[in-house]
């Protein structure tokens, strides 16, 4: 099972999420992947609408952290603390949304940050494209990263 597939009972669980119909479709090389159909996401024009494609770009990186620390044996709480993003081109298809650490970013040094300190910090960068490939949408986004503390300390 692709380790993505843990994310959609948490996107489910979010009702904003869940009216979007976000789910993960892979995590593979370091890229997570995130589909929302059009037909619940399009705006007055028919094309994608703004809030959703920043919201499926912000889930993917929520989510590609979700995973690395719950991988890295660090369940996390990951907050979005702040992002900007760029709306490029209209969007007449489903959004699909990927994201992946930004290039000088060192996963290994923020999990080893996580663990010893409980917090951390990372930066993604998401992109939402059409299927011939053109980049409709950016996004990079600062998140924080708390660790979960078990019942045993």
């Not at 009702?15 to 593979?28: C, K, R, Y």
């Not at 620390?69 to 992002?83: F, H, I, R, T």
């Not at 996004?139 to 045993?152: C, G, Q």
Request: aromatic content about 6%.
């Amino acid at each position: 099972m692709n380790p993505a597939a843990t994310l959609d009972p948490l996107l489910a669980g979010m009702p904003p999420v869940a009216a979007m119909q976000v789910h993960a479709l892979d995590l593979s090389e370091g890229v997570l992947r995130l589909r929302a159909p059009l037909a619940a996401n399009v705006n007055d024009k028919g094309c994608a609408f703004g809030g959703s494609l920043s919201g499926v770009m912000t889930l993917a990186g929520w989510g590609w952290l979700m995973l690395a620390a719950q991988q890295a044996g660090l369940p996390s709480e990951v907050y979005v603390a702040d992002s900007q993003v760029r709306y490029l081109a209209p969007l007449y298809e489903d959004l699909v949304a990927e994201a992946r650490l930004r290039g000088d970013q060192d996963w290994p040094a923020i999990a080893r940050t996580l663990a010893e300190r409980r917090r951390a910090s990372a930066t993604l960068q998401c992109a939402v494209r059409a299927a011939d490939g053109v980049v409709v949408a950016t996004l990079e986004a600062r998140f924080a990263l708390k660790r979960i503390e078990s019942a045993t300390g």
